[in-house]
């Protein structure tokens, strides 16, 4: 519910019970007097709106040379002057009866009453706190609205920067691994189309995976990984005898856990990029583990860097990893990544904290 809903309606019956909550028991009611009694009301409520309506939006679009305090304050000097006088006008024209402080009730004719200007100065200060609680009020309403306005663009802007990341993961799949797969197929067609047949189911799973899994904003910890063994099993068709790939996957049964879609498949990737060279023997292990506190994948490596005129997309993959992480494991990940200095390959260890699971 807005808060305007609440608001307005208390606002509009305040200032048509107002002027007849401080009627006493002896004193009759007039519409002349009913209107006298309604400027004070009438003028928070103005205050109100101006502030909630006008001068608070304005003052935050940059709109006005002055602030709202400065703004405020010649508005409540303003509306002080205009109660008083009317305040006064009734005091002089309008016959009445009235208190006098430490007395019995007293009747005097309009001409004959005297002013008192200690009793109006009261009055006017009295009225300049009424004033402020009510600009008061409308600026913590409007502020309110605001923050929470910017709070929900900064949630759209985040997750509109995250579905761009996603669909740049989608596209990170190179077009030349989808056509070389292809053509892999294709010869498996003549050598075992069993082979060819299981392969073209893979790159299926692949695409469904990426297409149509990928759009919640978290996937099961399970899909993630066939998605990854799928992409293995696909890369080792073009890879040479000399090439080593060792996936395990631990996964309990029952397991609940999820994870972000496609966050650990720039690190595959690089492991095939920068892991695998066409003379030398070459070794890429990938290790994916759940249990109930944390998910955990480990990818070990040769390293063959690329040369110096050899650079294409380097880096890119492991900025968009640290990003994803940022956003979606904000202080509850932990990963290392680099050379190690004892077997001289490159090892990339990514940690989740995940909530607990509920298995039934």
Known sequence: MKISTIIHPIAVVAWMLFPIMFVGPDEKITLERYL????????????????????????????????????????????????????????????????????????????????????????????????????????????TSHAHRLEHERHEAEVARRDAELNGLRLQISPHFLLNTLNNIYALTAISSDRAQQAIIQLSQLLRHMLYETQQGMVDFTSECKFISSYVD????????????????????????????????????????????????STIS????????????????TNFPKTSNDRSGHGIGLQQVQQRLNSVYPGKYSWSHGVSEEDGMYHSEIVLQTPPQHLP
């Open 36 to 143: 006298f009694r309604s400027c004070m009301p009438f003028m928070m409520v103005l205050l109100f709106y101006l502030n909630y309506l006008w001068v608070v939006p304005k003052c935050i679009a940059g709109q006005f040379r002055l602030n709202v305090l400065h703004i405020n304050v010649i508005m409540v000097i303003t509306a002080c002057a205009i109660v008083t006088s009317v305040r006064a006008y009734e005091f002089m024209v309008s016959p009445s009866h009235f208190m006098i402080p430490g007395g019995a009730p007293h009747h005097e004719p309009p001409h004959e009453r005297h002013f008192s200007w200690m009793f109006f100065i009261f009055t006017m200060l009295r009225d300049a706190l009424n004033f402020i609680f009510a600009a008061l009020i409308a600026y913590s309403l409007r502020m």
């Open 234 to 281: 696909l890369m080792k068709l073009r890879m040479a005898h000399n090439v080593k790939v060792d996936v395990e996957i631990v996964i309990p049964e029952n397991d609940k856990s999820q994870v972000a879609p496609l966050l650990f498949i720039s690190l595959v990737e690089n492991a095939f990029k920068h892991g695998v060279s066409s003379t030398e023997p």
């Open 286 to 301: 990938i290790h994916l583990k759940a249990t109930a506190s944390e998910i955990r994948c480990e990818i070990v490596n």
